[in-house]
Structures are given as C-alpha cells and as structure tokens.
C-alpha cells in the first residue's frame, strides 16, 4: 500500500481506471529550490551565511548597516586566527521593487547586490546563487542575505544558509509569534530590535519572551537597538562564534 | 502568496508526467499539504485555477489531503499531535522542537486520460 496517501498502489504502480491512468508521484514541491539550496551550500561552505527575514520595518536594514559598519568589532569579541585581516561581509538584499537598500547598505563600503523580485513575496534559492555570481564570495567571510519583508512565504525557502535571522521589532508588538508560528519555528536565532523604543511604545518584554518560548523554543534570543548599540555585544559574540565553527574560517 | 509559485511547480511536475504518459488531460490531482507547512489550502486552491488556465489540468479537480502536525517527545519517547502551534507534549508538558510530520507539501498523484 501506499504509505503516504494510503490510497492502495504502490509509490511507482500505475493503475488504470478505464481509459484513466492514476499517477501516483508523491513529489515534494520545494524539491527543486531545496537542490539549488544544497548546492548553494556548497558555495557557501567557506564562509557563514545568514537569511535575515523580518515583517516590513522591523530593522533588518538598519540591523544590516550597523553589522557592516561594526565587523572589526566582531573580530574583537574573539578574534580570528586569520592574516588577512577583519571580517569580510556581503550582501545580497531583496525587494519588491528599488534599490533603495542596496544603496543604504553600499555606503558602508560592502560590496551589495540588490535583487528585485518584482511581483515574487520571498527570495528562492536560484535567485541567491544568481545574484551570488556577482560577489567575489572566495573573498567573503559573511554573506548576508536580507530577504523580502514578508513573515509568511520566505520561511519556506531555503536559500543554502547556516542560519536563520528571524527579526520582530518592539513596535510591532509581542504576538507576532504567536501569528507567524512557521516562520519563528524555522529560525536558529531571534532578535527582538529596536528595544530602544520598547519603553515609548509599552513594549511587554516578558510576555514576548514567554510567546517565543512557546513558539520557537529552538532559538537563541537577542535584544537589541541597532541605532543605541544596547545588545549588539552579545549578538556579535554570537557571530563571531558562528563565524569560527565555519571549517575554513580558521586558517 | 507564495502559494502561486508552489501551485505552479506542482502543475509543472504534473503537465511533464502528463505528457510523458501520452495523455491529453488530467481530470484530477491530489496535493498533500501539512498544517505546519506555512501553507494555506484555499489559497492553493485560488492558485490553481490561475495556472492551470489553458493547460491540460484546465477544470481538473484538485484534491487537498491536509496532514496534521506530528511531534516528537524525546522525555516522554513517543510522538504526540499537539493540539495547536503550541508542541507542548500532553504527558510532560514540555514543549518539541521535533517535528515529525506536517509539513509536507507534496503532489501525491494524478488521473490522467
């Protein structure tokens, strides 16, 4: 019997009904963006890949500049046993349309592709390598990929990262957990940005840790303000450790 | 909407084995769609009738088997289906990360003639 749809063929039977064939598939929809994913990996094994997803305005932006702006002080948490100096971070960011971001981030001096998706909610794995051919990734330590604004479709790609970002902003609230169950589950690492605001907005901090506790147990949590600096201490360590587990980051 | 994309790789998987058994139309797919997928059913369902427009799926049937999130407790050792997006085990009340089954998002077959 079928195991999956229990529907009494085997996985490769054909049976005919009539003139009618029933094809029996069982065929992952992702398969094809989860192959490009794995062989992005492969791009990608020198250095540490970040997917920053986030709601539109949680400060994945600012969180990205500010990270560029501030890649000696990664080394400094824990300095890497490399001659050739700081860490080394790309970018590729995407958007619906403009590069406004793209432009944001290159004044930091980061080499930054912009990818517009036009009408597509969420970067895919053969878009990232794309856009990837124009970075001189040998070079790279970092790649940042910021994803489209968009807490639901992004979760279901994988892009051939090491770890996930997810982002929720105090503005936003503290039950965007519980409404984007998915997408919390899938991240390695939360961060709760723009704390510098919690106070002004009424930010409840416990009840928002006890909604990721539910939701995401799984994740390592950050709280921080990327314009004040407050926590981006330990979320640098946190990189910087993640930076070095990378096997040929140390050489 | 990232439904449109998926629906669309389903009917593309299934307009090639279509073609590849001689067949002119397909009278009805059956899509297996878990509840921890990120998926939503009728959502799809909207989706397909935009793609399949003027292909051999045109007015074909979709079918949705929704499958239910499985979780594993590695206190307790056994799975549970847990009540909500909460994978809180009934027996320890400790909360999974396991996630066995559920997000699955699979075209499972097909009728074609």
Not at chain 1, 67 to 82: C, F, G
Not at chain 1, 96 to 115: E, S
Not at chain 1, 209 to 215: D, P, R, S, T
């Amino acid at each position: 019997m079928c195991r999956n749809c229990g529907c009494g063929a085997s996985q490769t039977e054909t049976m005919t009904v009539d003139s009618r064939q029933v094809l029996h598939l069982h065929q992952n929809l992702l398969a094809k963006n989860d192959r490009l994913a794995e062989q992005n990996r492969v791009l990608f094994s020198h250095l540490l890949a970040l997917n920053i997803l986030s709601s539109p305005g949680a400060g994945k932006t600012a969180l990205v500049q500010r990270l560029l702006s501030d890649l000696d002080l990664i080394a400094v948490a824990a300095p890497l046993s490399r001659q050739d100096g700081p860490v080394k971070a790309g970018v590729i960011v995407g958007d619906l349309a403009t590069d406004r971001d793209a432009a944001r981030l290159r004044q930091t001096g980061a080499p930054v592709v912009q990818i517009t998706t036009g009408t597509l909610c969420h970067l895919e794995a053969r878009m990232v390598a794309q856009a990837a051919q124009t970075l001189n990734l040998a070079d790279l330590d970092l790649l940042i990929i910021e994803n489209v604004g968009n807490l639901v479709c992004p979760a279901a790609y994988d892009l051939g990262e090491d770890l996930r970002l997810v982002l929720m902003s105090v503005t936003e609230g503290e039950d965007k957990p519980l409404k984007y169950p998915t997408v919390f589950k899938s991240a390695q690492a939360i961060i709760i940005s723009k704390i510098d605001l919690a106070e002004m907005v009424g930010f409840n901090r416990a009840e928002a840790l006890q909604h990721l506790h539910l939701m995401a147990p799984q994740a390592l949590i950050f709280e921080l303000s990327a314009t004040t600096g407050e926590g981006l201490a330990n979320f640098y360590a946190y990189l910087n450790q993640m930076l070095l587990r990378c096997p040929s980051k140390v050489s | 909407m990232h439904e449109v994309s998926l629906m669309q790789a389903a009917l593309t998987i299934a307009l090639n084995h279509a073609e590849a058994e001689g067949a002119r139309q397909i009278h009805y797919l059956t899509l297996r769609v878990g509840i921890a997928s990120g998926v939503v059913p009728e959502a799809l369902a909207f989706a397909f009738d935009i793609v399949s427009a003027g292909t051999a799926a045109a007015g074909a049937e979709l079918k949705l088997k929704i499958i239910p999130t499985r979780c594993y407790c590695p206190h307790c050792q056994q799975d549970f289906q847990p009540a909500d997006w909460v994978y809180e085990c009934p027996a320890c009340h400790n909360i999974s990360t396991d996630i066995r089954q559920g997000q699955d998002l699979e075209l499972a077959s097909l009728e074609v003639s």
